[in-house]
């Protein structure tokens, strides 16, 4: 009776553990300054892996060290060492210290086949550095 017990409650607590996500990935790695106001401890990208022309959501989540109030996201996309198209996603919310936040954004994936570098940057409005984070993907 009690090895009955004992492997329901494995079962149990097995069909209670979510499973990787076969669309979702975490990938990419920080950039700029040494030491960011905001530490990025996830990023991810979904769907993964991307597909030409298709939009896709990126969360950074992070923990902020110290208080401060974030203006902007800054997406810079570069195209094979080539132009850059930058979008800047307007914030404008304050964090405490300590606070963990998630910011996300969808973008649609580039449609020429190469190699695609997008890098993400919190902004103050200041000369501060907060995060960057950057990665790359091909189509």
Do not use: H
């Amino acid at each position: 009776m009690k090895l009955v017990i004992v492997v329901l409650l494995a079962i149990g607590a097995l069909a209670n553990t979510p499973l990787p996500s076969e669309n979702m990935i975490t990938l990419g790695g920080p950039c700029g300054g040494s030491n960011p106001l905001f530490v990025v401890t996830s990023f991810t990208v979904s769907p993964w892996p991307v597909t030409a022309g298709e939009i896709v959501t990126f969360y950074m989540t992070g923990v902020f060290r110290q208080a401060d109030r974030m203006s902007q996201l800054k997406i810079a996309t570069q195209y094979e060492r080539g132009q850059i198209n930058y979008i800047n996603w307007d914030i404008d919310t304050s964090y405490s210290a300590g606070q963990t936040a998630t910011f996300s954004y969808g973008l649609q994936i580039g449609t020429f086949p190469g190699t695609y570098t997008e890098t993400f940057t919190l902004s103050d409005g200041s000369s501060t550095f907060i995060a960057c984070w950057t990665f790359q993907y091909t189509v």
